[in-house]
């Protein structure tokens, strides 16, 4: 039986080029361009090895290597963390979550580095690894753009986080794709249980007509802002007020806040 991996960047010639590596050695690759396409990938597993870049839509990398070791009870396969700069300038392998790191660089270095790191891979007896390992391919430098990049993601996460109010941000098939602490408070649910589940799943079902009126209409109506209604949400009543979501004018999904989460 081949051995199968699930490769998830956003890049779709990098994940072409991962997955030829990969396929040369007999793997069978799932591919995912999003963190939530990776977070459904999970459900084709288990896999033998795992490749994702940290800054990916909809979902991170990060919370992606939770879902998938909650998914597999702690007995899941080799995590590599893939990115466009260099370990020094991020956090420990601990904080993001994987098992080793890769620092993307030239296609012709990077693919000697991959083979050599994926057979080290198949010769391991066990899991987890003995040491956490850092790859880096020669001649990759710490890139500005992405440095920054992920300096912005983590200050606008921080900033969501910390708001009195529950905040859950829904993708346009209504599957949730992040949410905050206080959201989370409420629904009494981790973030790796309720990423890409129906929102609709979770509601109260004596108010999921009501959310998914607010949902059509929000969308329908452009000159609608916001749809506000109370739920009973475990004894506590709430007012929540579903946003449209919209990217250059685009709609990218809904921003359902339920406000009074927290005294």
């Known amino acids: 039986m081949p051995r199968k991996a699930l490769v998830v960047d956003s890049d779709y010639f990098f994940v072409e080029f991962l997955s030829a590596v990969l396929e040369k050695r007999g793997y069978q690759v799932c591919k995912a361009y999003d963190g939530k396409q990776g977070i459904a990938g999970l459900e084709k597993g288990p896999f033998d090895i795992m490749f994702a870049d940290l800054v990916i839509p909809k979902v991170s990398g990060r919370q992606l290597f939770r879902s998938a070791r909650r998914k597999f009870n702690g007995h ?5 963390a893939l990115a466009g700069t260099v370990i020094e300038q991020m956090e420990s392998l601990d904080a993001i979550g994987a098992d080793y790191f890769i620092a993307k660089g030239p296609m012709d270095k990077l693919a000697v580095q991959l083979n050599k790191f994926i057979a080290e891979m198949e010769d391991r007896p066990a899991l987890p690894p003995a040491e956490k ?6 001649g990759v430098f710490p890139r500005r753009d ?3 990049l992920l300096v912005s993601v983590e200050f606008q996460q921080a900033v969501v986080d910390c708001l009195g109010v529950g ?17 989370l408070g409420t629904l009494e649910k981790s973030l790796s ?4 589940c129906p929102i609709l799943r979770l509601f ?9 009126a607010a949902l059509k209409r929000t969308r329908r109506e452009p000159d609608v802002t916001h749809s506000a209604f109370m739920v009973n949400w475990n004894g506590r009543m709430l007012r929540t007020v579903v946003s449209p979501l919209r ?6 999904g809904w921003v359902v806040a339920l406000e009074g989460v927290m005294e």
């Open 76 to 80: 899941c396969c080799p995590l590599v």
């Open 133 to 138: 390992k850092i790859l880096q391919t020669g």
């Open 146 to 148: 992405a440095i920054e």
């Open 167 to 183: 905040v859950v941000i829904i993708d346009t098939d209504t599957r949730i794709m992040d949410a905050n602490t206080a959201a």
């Open 193 to 196: 249980e309720i990423l890409n």
């Open 204 to 212: 109260p079902p004596n108010r999921s007509s009501e959310l998914l």
């Open 247 to 252: 990217l250059k004018r685009l709609a990218a």
